[in-house]
């Protein structure tokens, strides 16, 4: 369940992370009222099994059964951020009624980490670096935007507009670019083997140990570059689900 909203007196409009579909817009009919056969089965982040029927515009909830109900993550309120944020992401990265199977299982993996409180910091990162290799805009690394020399091991200035960062010989070259946001050296090495990773596909599991200094930059780093490509990202959904 990655969210819902009233819909009406008694209704939810809740919506569905799932593996086969994708993202489905539901509604949980009478799910407000006391005593609905609803009410704890669409709480969010809840994982669950479904039976939806085909309505003429929006489909409805049939039945609703919990499979796990993140208590541990529920009843501390870091833990219930950090899946919020998640959740959140997915809804506005990922596009209405496409299977994504891997960020699916991102998603799952992100939250079962976070229930059983094993490396959040690090599962965080990796989810939403997932999140931005699936949604396309996987950012440059390695080399310089511009002239695609190798970048040098130091601290470098990323633009979130450009997806990348200018080398030092081509520092002038977007002046007039502002979402910059420094990355550590150990920060963009860290960066650069993930963008190895992904490049290779092959399966991987993260299991890298990362200071609290890179942590804290790497978090740094994802604030800046998500906030800036999720606004461009939604105008791009918003306007694929209307033409779908
Ligand atoms: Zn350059």
Same mark, same amino acid.
């Given at each position: 369940?990655?969210?819902?909203?009233?819909?009406?007196?008694?209704?939810?409009?809740?919506?569905?992370?799932?593996?086969?579909?994708?993202?489905?817009?539901?509604?949980?009919?009478?799910?407000? /009222?006391?005593?609905?056969?609803?009410?704890?089965?669409? %709480?969010?982040?809840?994982?669950?099994?479904?039976?939806?029927? &085909?309505?003429?515009?929006?489909?409805?909830?049939?039945?609703?059964?919990?499979?796990?109900?993140? %208590?541990?993550?529920?009843?501390?309120?870091?833990?219930?951020?950090?899946?919020?944020?998640?959740?959140?992401?997915?809804?506005?990265?990922? %596009?209405?009624?496409?299977?994504?199977? =891997?960020?699916?299982?991102?998603?799952? =993996?992100?939250?079962?980490?976070?229930?059983?409180?094993?490396?959040?910091? =690090?599962? /965080?990162?990796?989810?939403? !670096? %997932?999140?931005?290799?699936?949604?396309?805009?996987?950012?440059?690394? /390695?080399?310089?935007?511009?002239?695609?020399?190798?970048?040098?091991?130091?601290?470098?200035?990323?633009?979130?507009?450009?997806?990348?960062?200018?080398?030092?010989?081509?520092?002038?070259?977007?002046?007039?670019? $502002?979402?910059?946001?420094?990355?550590?050296?150990?920060?963009?090495?860290? !960066?650069?083997?993930?963008? &190895?990773?992904?490049?290779?596909?092959?399966? $991987?599991?993260? #299991?890298?140990?990362? #200071?609290?200094?890179?942590?804290? #930059?790497?978090?740094?780093?994802?604030?800046? $570059?998500?906030? $800036?490509?999720?606004?461009?990202? /939604?105008?791009?959904?918003?306007?694929? #689900?209307?033409?779908?």
């Amino acid at each position: 369940i990655l969210n819902h909203r009233d819909f009406g007196e008694t209704d939810l409009l809740v919506t569905l992370f799932t593996k086969s579909f994708g993202k489905v817009p539901v509604v949980a009919r009478r799910a407000k /009222m006391p005593n609905s056969k609803f009410s704890s089965g669409v %709480q969010l982040l809840n994982k669950v099994k479904v039976s939806i029927g &085909r309505g003429r515009n929006l489909d409805h909830l049939n039945e609703c059964e919990i499979i796990d109900s993140f %208590q541990i993550i529920k009843s501390n309120l870091t833990l219930l951020s950090k899946g919020l944020f998640s959740s959140e992401l997915v809804v506005n990265f990922i %596009q209405d009624r496409t299977p994504n199977i =891997q960020i699916f299982n991102a998603l799952e =993996q992100n939250l079962n980490n976070l229930e059983t409180q094993k490396n959040i910091d =690090q599962s /965080m990162i990796w989810f939403q !670096l %997932q999140l931005i290799n699936v949604s396309g805009v996987f950012p440059e690394f /390695m080399v310089c935007i511009n002239c695609n020399e190798n970048l040098k091991r130091k601290d470098h200035v990323f633009y979130s507009e450009i997806g990348g960062i200018n080398c030092d010989n081509c520092i002038n070259v977007n002046a007039d670019l $502002y979402h910059g946001v420094t990355i550590l050296e150990d920060s963009l090495g860290f !960066l650069r083997h993930i963008q &190895r990773v992904i490049r290779s596909s092959k399966p $991987y599991f993260f #299991d890298k140990y990362l #200071d609290d200094n890179t942590l804290n #930059d790497l978090n740094k780093f994802l604030r800046i $570059y998500l906030t $800036y490509t999720a606004e461009r990202q /939604m105008k791009s959904i918003k306007f694929l #689900d209307l033409v779908n």
